[in-house]
């Protein structure tokens, strides 16, 4: 039960580090990110589009 109670605290050290050097975006960086996001999105469901559209044509 020790161990399991060490691997917790460490596991927690790091996280804890982790979120001490985390900062809130930028407002050019979340405009970046959002942009990039959108891109991934619409680039996915074109491909989703296409790949209907030429299904829809095979079974013509």
């Known amino acids: 039960m020790a161990d399991l109670k060490t691997v917790n605290e460490e596991i927690f050290k790091k996280y804890w580090r982790v979120l001490k050097l985390a900062r809130t975006p930028t407002r050019d960086e ?3 990110i ?3 996001a959108a891109m ?3 680039l996915i469901g074109l491909v989703g589009f ?3 559209e030429l ?3 095979a079974t013509l």
């Open 34 to 36: 959002a942009i990039v």
């Open 40 to 42: 991934g999105i619409l």
């Open 55 to 57: 299904m829809a044509f």
């Open 50 to 52: 296409i790949v209907y």
């Open 30 to 32: 979340f405009n970046k």
